[in-house]
Structure formats: structure tokens, C-alpha cells
Nanobody
């Protein structure tokens, strides 16, 4: 079975930057979908950025021009570079992969990493 491990969250001042990472480990055959989501207190989980297919990217309007999603397929790793952070970006960030393993195709979520933007 596969699992996702996230890293890179923390406390940053407004205008600062952070980079999140998410790595799939275990029995990973192929990754079909990669995405970052976030959930702020009292709000629903929302899409931040994703690779819906190999050659396309999607971004939430609120992060366009500030966040960049990228990946290293050889390492089964996805990144989220977050620049010009604002307090409105404060949330728990989750990675999501759709992948196939020796258990078949399934949807996996990371454990979540807290991003806090505050002075």
C-alpha cells in the first residue's frame, strides 16, 4: 500500500515564502493525479493547485501568480512553492494523489501540514 508524507509548513510573516513537499512511498505503480488542497478553520477544504493531467495545471484564482505547483516524477514527489503569502493563506494544506499500487487504484491524502501567515 502507498502513503503520502508532507513537509514544509510553518509560520511565516506576510509577504514571505514557503515550499511544501509531498512524497508518495510504498508500492506505487503510477500516479494519475496530484493536487494540493487547504482547509482554513470553519471553512470547507478547497483546491489550491493541481495537475489534473500530465500536461496541465489548475490554480485557484486566489493563488494565481503567487503559488507554483511542480513535481519530480522520478521521486514521486510534488511541491508547492508559495510566495507573497498573506494571512488569508493560513490553513492546513493537504496533498492528494490518485495512484495505482499493488492494492489497485485509489485516492490518497497526506497527513496535512499547517501553514500560518502572521506578523
Amino acid at each position: 500500500q502507498a502513503r503520502l508524507v508532507e513537509s514544509g509548513g510553518g509560520l511565516v510573516q506576510p509577504g514571505g515564502s514557503l515550499r511544501l513537499s509531498c512524497t508518495a512511498s510504498g508500492s506505487v505503480f503510477e500516479i494519475y493525479y496530484m493536487g494540493w488542497y487547504r482547509q482554513a478553520p470553519g471553512k470547507q477544504r478547497e483546491l489550491v493547485a493541481a495537475f489534473p493531467t500530465d500536461n496541465t495545471t489548475n490554480y485557484a484564482d486566489s493563488v494565481k501568480g503567487r503559488f507554483t505547483i511542480s513535481r519530480d516524477s522520478a521521486k514521486n514527489t510534488m511541491y508547492l512553492q508559495m510566495n507573497s503569502l498573506t494571512p488569508e493563506d493560513t490553513a492546513v494544506y493537504y496533498c492528494n494523489f490518485g495512484l495505482s499500487s499493488n492494492f489497485g487504484f485509489d485516492d490518497y491524502w497526506g497527513q496535512g501540514t499547517q501553514v500560518t501567515v502572521s506578523s
